[in-house]
């Protein structure tokens, strides 16, 4: 995590990288596991850009989680949103305390990933939902991203689509994958 710690002062930054668009497409996916007043945790939600927007857009409590104290500080919380340090492996929150869990662009930093997996199903209510934003490793300019994620120490450990839609069913996460633009895809899934 070594980069992330030097790296939070730009990430807050670019904090206005989700548009009003994404945000309304990302709560469309979530929508049908969150209520409002519901909990959605954003795990790996570094300084809370995405979190919070859910949190206007969903009309949900959210809870941030990332595992970078320099991260979590950035984190505006409110009585709507919280920020907690936590790894996604040692997820600090009881069973079934959550509606859904969304991962953007964070579950290749996971150096455990059946581990995340297993925690993220545990705070995730029996027909909740989970939804990974990630990056499809093939193709030219991925690989070349994937080699520089692991001379920064990163993981770096990309799923195809087909390959993370058979990676949660074997969770006991039931869902589908779709391109959504580029190379980005999305998993969204509910907890059986």
């Known amino acids: 995590m070594g980069f992330f710690n030097w790296a939070a002062p730009a990430f807050h930054r670019l904090a206005d990288r989700w548009s009003i668009d994404d945000v309304d497409r990302i709560a469309y996916w979530l929508r049908p596991f969150v209520n409002p007043n519901g909990r959605l945790l954003d795990l790996g939600g570094g300084t809370g850009a995405l979190g919070v927007r859910l949190s206007s857009a969903l009309d949900a409590n959210v809870v941030v989680g990332d595992p970078t104290p320099q991260m979590i500080r950035y984190v505006p919380t ?40 297993r925690e993220m199903v545990r705070v995730v209510r029996s027909g909740g939902g989970v939804t990974v934003l990630e990056l499809d490793p093939t193709g ?47 998993f969204t899934g509910t907890v059986k």
């Open 140 to 186: 030219l300019g991925m690989r070349a991203l994937v080699l520089a994620e692991k001379l920064l120490g990163e993981p770096g450990a990309f799923f195809t689509p087909e390959a993370m839609c058979e990676f949660w069913r074997a969770k006991g996460v039931e869902g589908t994958c779709e391109r959504v633009n580029g190379p980005t895809y999305r």
């Open 78 to 117: 409110s009585d709507r949103v919280s920020a907690v340090l936590t790894s996604a492996e040692d997820i600090p929150f009881a069973d079934e305390e959550f509606d859904a869990v969304i991962v953007s662009d964070a579950f290749h930093h996971f150096r455990d990933q059946p581990g995340a997996a």
